[in-house]
């Protein structure tokens, strides 16, 4: 009963989220918001069926950051999404100074540059 309150408020703190993202100052419902809204509902309908009706018992935290992977990485290839104990990794990963003469090597018209 609690892992399915833990589901509501993960959907509700997701519209909440996508109404302050999408909305516009004078609060009006646009296509776009109204579109975003609906991809919200029918992600809460899949995820759903996926954990009434799949084979084996699948972890819903799992599912919802799979699918926050895969938003984030049709942005483009360089980006990438992060838990918090990953971004704390990498803080600790690139602290300090780096040297070098910040060379770019690439290939530009066939012609190494």
């Not at 049709?74 to 990953?86: R, V």
């Not at 770019?104 to 018209?109: K, V």
């Amino acid at each position: 009963m609690a892992d399915f309150s833990r589901k509501k408020w993960i959907f509700a703190l997701s519209l909440v989220f996508l109404f302050f993202v999408f909305g516009d100052s004078e609060h009006k419902v646009s296509a776009l918001d109204k579109s975003a809204y609906k991809a919200l509902r029918t992600f809460n309908e899949v995820l759903d069926i996926i954990e009434k009706n799949y084979v084996e018992p699948v972890d819903t935290n799992d599912l919802i950051k799979g699918a926050i992977n895969g938003m984030v990485k049709t942005l483009d290839p360089h980006s990438s999404y992060m838990t918090a104990e990953m971004y704390k990794e990498l803080e600790v990963d690139t602290k300090g100074s780096f040297g070098g003469i910040g060379i770019e090597i690439a290939i530009q018209n066939n012609i190494l540059t």
